[in-house]
């Protein structure tokens, strides 16, 4: 596609259930970035992938989060055991090689979660 | 701890005037400067960045001015529109390890009226 692709678009989910989000990437990009967007809050780094690189997790909020890239294209972000201050938007963005390291990052629509 | 700060949280502006978002920031690793817009329902797009080499950066409506020494940047949207309506997010990427990785600020919500 054109952009980068984020499914599903919402996702209403119970206490104590797990979650996957999904990120198909500009084709091409070799970066991969998660943020959670929360309201009032900004946005939060979690994970950043780069090509074949081990990927740096640092801003995963806790173990109950997880992310795989596979093929080095689409990404997918999961969150064990929702708490409903995991409610947010998350957003997926990619990026040439060059791009990550000038900040001009593609973003996608983000995934809304709600936790109830 | 909240390493760029943005303000103001919210702006309303008339149609035609000025709008004005500041962002400061402390990490003196910080060496690039992008600004975000973000509609609605919609992912946040590259709007403009400035390098702390350069005092202004001017893109149609749109300036970055950047005073290093007081480690603060702002955006001017000259003639504001309505269609200028959204969130506005400053960012800062800081040099060396870990450079791909932009810090935000908390963003403004922009509201243009007619």
């Known amino acids: 596609g054109a952009g980068v692709s984020q499914s599903p678009s919402n996702k209403v989910t119970e206490k104590g259930k797990d979650v996957e989000l999904r990120c198909d990437p500009i084709?091409?990009?070799?970066?991969l970035y998660w943020y959670r967007q929360s309201l009032g809050q900004g946005l939060e780094f979690l994970i950043y992938?780069?090509?074949?690189?081990?990927?740096?997790k640092s801003g995963l909020p806790s173990d109950r989060f997880s992310a795989e890239r596979t093929g080095g294209s689409v990404s997918t972000l999961t969150i064990q055991r929702t708490q409903q201050e995991d409610s947010a938007v998350y957003l997926c963005?990619?990026?040439?090689?060059?791009?990550?390291?000038?900040?001009?990052?593609?973003f996608g629509e983000g995934s809304r979660l709600t936790v109830l | 701890q909240q390493q760029v700060k943005q303000s103001p949280q919210s702006l309303i502006v008339q149609k035609g005037g000025i709008s004005i978002i500041n962002c400061a920031y402390e990490?003196?690793?910080?060496?690039?400067f992008p600004w975000y817009q973000q509609f609605p329902g919609k992912g946040p797009a590259l709007l403009i960045a400035?390098?702390?080499?350069?005092s202004e950066k001017k893109e149609g409506r749109f300036t970055i001015s950047f005073n290093k020494s007081a480690k603060q940047f702002s955006l001017h949207i000259m003639d504001s529109q309505p269609g200028d309506s959204a969130t506005y997010f400053c960012?800062?990427?800081?040099?060396?390890?870990?450079?791909?990785?932009?810090?935000f600020g908390k963003g403004t919500k922009l509201s243009v009226i007619p």
């Open positions: 400035i390098r702390p080499d350069v």
């Open positions: 960012a800062a990427r800081r040099s060396g390890a870990g450079s791909y990785q932009l810090t």
């Open positions: 990490n003196t690793a910080f060496d690039y």
């Open positions: 992938f780069q090509g074949n690189s081990a990927p740096d």
């Open positions: 084709s091409g990009h070799t970066a």
């Open positions: 963005a990619s990026s040439s090689r060059t791009g990550a390291y000038t900040g001009e990052l593609f």
